[in-house]
């Protein structure tokens, strides 16, 4: 199973990015998928989640109005689209993907059992 995050860089403040992930070895439409970023020196935290099917997808609160995530089942491939970004998304950000975890619990990175490597985004003037 690999998961391949791809789409970051530089952007300035207000500016927008897409970012993607990739699967193979895996079946998307089965798995719960999840972005999370850590900024340095900190804690890796919860960006957005994508239901198996890709029909319900929830926010952090300080993304939430801004980023939009989804899911492509048909092309294991799963997107966040990041807009109106600030300086304080900047982060490497990960995509994961788990079959098991229970909805409830996504916003945890422990839950996770596959992860891509992360992708940088800086917001910056």
């Known amino acids: 199973v690999q998961l391949q995050a791809s789409g970051g860089g530089l952007v300035q403040p207000g500016g927008s990015l897409r970012l993607s992930c990739a699967a193979s070895?895996?079946?998307?439409?089965?798995?719960?998928v999840g972005w999370f970023r850590q900024a340095p020196g900190k804690e890796r935290e919860f960006v957005a989640a994508?239901?198996?099917?890709?029909?319900?997808?929830v926010y952090s609160e300080s993304v939430k109005g801004r980023f939009t995530s989804s899911k492509d089942n048909a092309k294991n491939t799963m997107y966040l689209q990041m807009n109106s970004l600030k300086p304080e998304d900047t982060a490497d950000y990960y995509c994961?993907?788990?079959?098991?975890?229970?909805?409830?619990?996504?916003?945890?990175?422990?839950?996770?059992?596959?992860w891509g490597q992360g992708t940088l985004v800086t917001v910056s003037s």
């Open positions: 994961a993907a788990d079959r098991s975890i229970i909805w409830g619990m996504i916003r945890r990175p422990s839950e996770y059992d596959y």
């Open positions: 070895g895996l079946s998307f439409s089965n798995y719960v």
């Open positions: 994508v239901a198996r099917r890709g029909g319900n997808a």
